[in-house]
């Protein structure tokens, strides 16, 4: 699993430099929190900017733990004002089906490593939904009882267990995205 910073000799795609005041995009890329946001202003200010790479809507930027630590740096307290007024802008807004099942990954993957550091405290109440989702959605793989009986379908029975696993993830997904909104630009 990678760290809570950019892969290891990794540069920002838009200075082509080492990063400065590194923050990580909802589809999974990162940059130098003045870079994002310049390409954000050559824009429309009225609309998330599209990234440099896979040009999808960056609805969320995270900036790294290190970054946060380093708050009391006047260029690093403003970069971070920057991506927390981003933030406040665009965070709210999911999109469609389609931007939420590409999300999946960076959220998921920013859950999984805020659950195993123990620096990291995720409220308790997001933990206990998370659990229940989790919990819930394997009782109902592992029940004889089905919407769509795997013995008389055989494979197509299949379909919605995996559903009801896509729903769970899409719930545990959007729990955790209202959770780096509030971190990182809600109020």
Same mark, same amino acid.
């Given at each position: 699993? &990678? +760290?809570?910073?950019?892969?290891?000799?990794?540069?920002?795609?838009?200075?082509? +430099?080492?990063?400065?005041? @590194?923050?990580?995009?909802?589809?999974?890329?990162?940059?130098?929190?003045?870079? $994002?946001? !310049?390409?954000?202003?050559?824009?429309?200010?009225?609309?998330?900017?599209?990234?440099?790479?896979?040009?999808?809507? $960056?609805?969320?930027?995270?900036?790294?733990?290190?970054?946060?630590?380093?708050?009391?740096?006047?260029?690093?307290?403003?970069?971070?004002?920057?991506?927390?007024? =981003?933030?406040?802008?665009? /965070? &709210? *807004? &999911? /999109?469609?089906?389609?931007?939420?099942?590409?999300?999946?990954?960076?959220?998921?993957?920013?859950?999984?490593?805020?659950?195993?550091?123990? *620096? *990291?405290?995720? @409220?308790?109440?997001?933990?206990?939904?998370? =659990? $229940?989702?989790?919990?819930?959605?394997?009782?109902? #793989?592992?029940?004889?009882?089905?919407?769509?009986? &795997?013995? #008389?379908?055989? $494979?197509? /029975?299949?379909?919605?267990? !995996?559903? #009801?696993?896509?729903?769970?993830?899409?719930?545990? %997904? %959007?729990?955790?995205?209202?959770?780096?909104?509030?971190?990182? +630009?809600?109020?």
């Amino acid at each position: 699993m &990678e +760290g809570p910073g950019p892969p290891a000799n990794d540069m920002c795609s838009v200075c082509h +430099g080492n990063f400065n005041t @590194p923050c990580q995009s909802n589809c999974c890329h990162w940059f130098c929190a003045n870079c $994002i946001m !310049l390409v954000w202003h050559h824009g429309s200010a009225v609309q998330p900017c599209k990234c440099p790479l896979c040009r999808r809507p $960056i609805t969320l930027l995270v900036p790294t733990d290190d970054s946060l630590s380093h708050r009391h740096d006047p260029e690093v307290a403003n970069a971070l004002d920057k991506i927390q007024r =981003y933030n406040r802008l665009f /965070g &709210e *807004r &999911e /999109g469609g089906l389609l931007q939420r099942l590409q999300d999946l990954p960076f959220l998921l993957r920013r859950l999984l490593q805020d659950f195993s550091d123990p *620096r *990291r405290s995720l @409220p308790l109440v997001i933990r206990a939904r998370v =659990y $229940i989702a989790m919990i819930l959605s394997v009782v109902y #793989i592992i029940s004889p009882i089905d919407i769509i009986p &795997e013995g #008389i379908l055989g $494979i197509v /029975g299949l379909l919605d267990d !995996l559903l #009801i696993v896509l729903i769970c993830f899409l719930h545990v %997904a %959007a729990l955790y995205r209202s959770v780096l909104y509030l971190r990182h +630009g809600g109020s």
